[in-house]
């Protein structure tokens, strides 16, 4: 037989998932990525200026260098048709 009755053991429910949500997402998985050593991939990003969350990477400044160097390379690299003879 519980204690509680059923509304309140519904927040209570609600409650501690929270807690353990907020705990798993705040405290555990920063201490993981430290540990893991994703902190100097990330203070790298921050240090670049690189903005990690874009969907499309047009925005950013390398890509205007890096998309020359893949133009050039598939212009004028060899040719499969080159390759194959």
Partial sequence: M???PVPY???AF???GT???YSFAFGFLPFLS????FRQAHDLIIEEGIEAGAFF???VEKIRDIENYLRDSQQYGPSLTAASK
């Fill in 9 to 11: 053991r519904k927040w």
């Fill in 34 to 37: 430290n540990f893991l050593g």
């Fill in 2 to 4: 519980s204690v509680l």
């Fill in 57 to 59: 990477y047009t925005g």
């Fill in 14 to 16: 609600f409650t501690i």
């Fill in 19 to 21: 807690i353990l949500l």
